[in-house]
Nanobody
């Protein structure tokens, strides 16, 4: 059974940084697309960053960023550790949300449709104070 566990959330002041981690067990991340999504209070769950399959030797490892986080957030993967990271810099109060990592059952490439991700972590909360 695939399990994803996020960590690294917390309270930070505007302008600060956090790094979220998502560790997989039960299956390797290497051959599948992985995404970070977030859900702010009263809003839907949106894909904010995603990365294609690959380990540096093969797979294109292409990334996607939502406009709201482009230039501030960076998604990366450490396949040896089966861990995905989201480095978040220049945080803004609007980034306050529950953050989730998710991966697909079969797909190699990312999608911006949240419902196309099959496995989800439990989420980690990020609160950015002004």
């Amino acid at each position: 059974q695939v399990q994803l566990v996020e960590s690294g959330g917390g309270l930070v002041q505007a302008g600060g940084s956090l790094r979220l981690s998502c560790a997989a067990s039960g299956r390797s991340f290497t051959n599948y697309a992985v995404a970070w999504l977030r859900q702010a209070p009263g809003k839907g769950r949106d894909v904010i960053a995603a990365i294609n399959w690959g380990d540096g030797r093969w797979g294109d490892g292409r990334t996607y960023y939502a406009d709201s986080v482009k230039g501030r957030f960076t998604i990366s993967r450490d396949n040896a550790k089966d861990t995905i990271y989201l480095q978040m810099n220049s945080l803004e109060p609007e980034d306050t949300a529950d953050y989730y990592c998710a991966t697909t059952r079969n797909a190699l490439t990312w999608t911006t449709s949240a419902h196309e991700y099959d496995y989800w972590g439990q989420g980690t909360q990020v609160v950015v104070s002004s």
